[in-house]
C-alpha cells in the first residue's frame, strides 16, 4: 500500500467556524508533511512532524494547529480562517525525515467564505 | 540555501511532438532532484528522481530526465507526448540531509491534437 488518503476531498467553511483535516498513511512512514498550494503555485511547506514530534513549522499562523497523534495520522485543526486561506492542503509522507521520497495524498480543496 | 527555476511557465505542443521542460537549481549543498506531475484536482505524483549514479533517468511512461552537475540542471523530456500529458509538471530539490524540498514554480505542459 503506497496510498496516503485525505478527507474530506473539499472543505467549504466559514470565518469563524473550527474544522479539521485528516491524512492517514499505512506504509510505516515516520516523517508526515502539510504543505498549502495556491492554484497554478507550487506547493508550500507548513510542518512536518518526525516520529510524531513537530519538527518544522514554516511560520505558520497559530489559526493553523497541526496534531499527530500516531505514526499513521496526522490532522490540521483550523480555526477562524481568513478568506486567504483557501487553497489546496496536501499530506505527504515519507519513510523518515532524511529520506528521498515522498508520497503525496490527493488534497483537501479548501473554501473560506 | 537552494532554489529551483523552471523556465517556461507554459509549454504547449502537439500530440507525439517531442518536449523539454527545462529545470535549473542551486544548492550549497548536495542535492537529491525530482519532478513531480499534478494533474488538474489533484495531488502530486512522483514522476522521476535523481539520487544518484547514473545521471539519466527514466519513467516508465516514457519520460526522462539527466542530471547535469556542471549546468546545474535537470530536464525533463519525452520523445512523443499524448493528451494525457498534458498537466503541471514541477522540479524539486531537496537536502540529502534535509527534510525540506524546494519546489520550482511549476510548467504547465498543454498537448494539443
Known amino acids: 500500500d503506497t496510498e496516503v488518503t485525505q478527507t474530506p476531498k473539499h472543505l467549504v467553511m466559514g470565518m469563524t467556524n473550527k474544522k479539521s483535516l485528516k491524512c492517514e498513511q499505512h506504509m510505516g512512514h515516520r516523517a508526515m508533511y502539510w504543505y498549502k498550494q495556491k492554484a497554478k503555485k507550487p506547493p508550500e511547506l507548513m510542518f512536518v512532524?518526525?516520529?510524531?514530534?513537530?519538527?518544522i513549522n514554516e511560520s505558520v499562523p497559530s489559526r493553523f494547529s497541526p496534531e499527530c497523534p500516531n505514526s499513521s495520522l496526522l490532522n490540521l485543526h483550523l480555526h477562524a480562517l481568513q478568506p486567504e486561506d483557501s487553497a489546496l492542503y496536501l499530506c505527504?509522507?515519507?519513510?523518515?525525515?532524511?529520506?528521498?521520497?515522498?508520497?503525496f495524498g490527493p488534497g483537501t480543496r479548501l473554501t473560506v467564505t | 540555501a537552494q532554489s529551483v527555476t523552471q523556465l517556461d511557465s507554459q509549454v504547449p505542443v502537439f500530440e507525439e511532438a517531442p518536449v523539454e521542460l527545462r529545470c535549473n537549481y542551486s544548492s550549497s549543498v548536495s542535492v537529491y532532484l525530482f519532478w513531480y506531475v499534478q494533474y488538474p484536482n489533484q495531488g502530486l505524483q512522483l514522476l522521476l528522481k535523481?539520487?544518484?549514479?547514473?545521471?539519466l533517468v527514466k519513467s516508465i511512461n516514457g519520460f526522462e530526465a539527466e542530471f547535469n552537475k556542471s549546468q546545474t540542471s535537470f530536464h525533463l523530456r519525452k520523445p512523443s507526448v499524448h493528451i494525457s500529458d498534458t498537466a503541471e509538471y514541477f522540479c524539486?530539490?531537496?537536502?540529502?540531509?534535509?527534510?525540506?524540498?524546494?519546489f520550482g514554480d511549476g510548467t504547465t505542459l498543454t498537448v494539443k491534437p
Open positions: 535523481y539520487l544518484s549514479g547514473s545521471t
Open positions: 524539486a530539490v531537496r537536502g540529502t540531509n534535509a527534510g525540506k524540498s524546494t
Open positions: 512532524y518526525s516520529y510524531e514530534k513537530l519538527s
Open positions: 505527504a509522507s515519507s519513510q523518515a525525515l532524511v529520506t528521498y521520497e515522498q508520497y
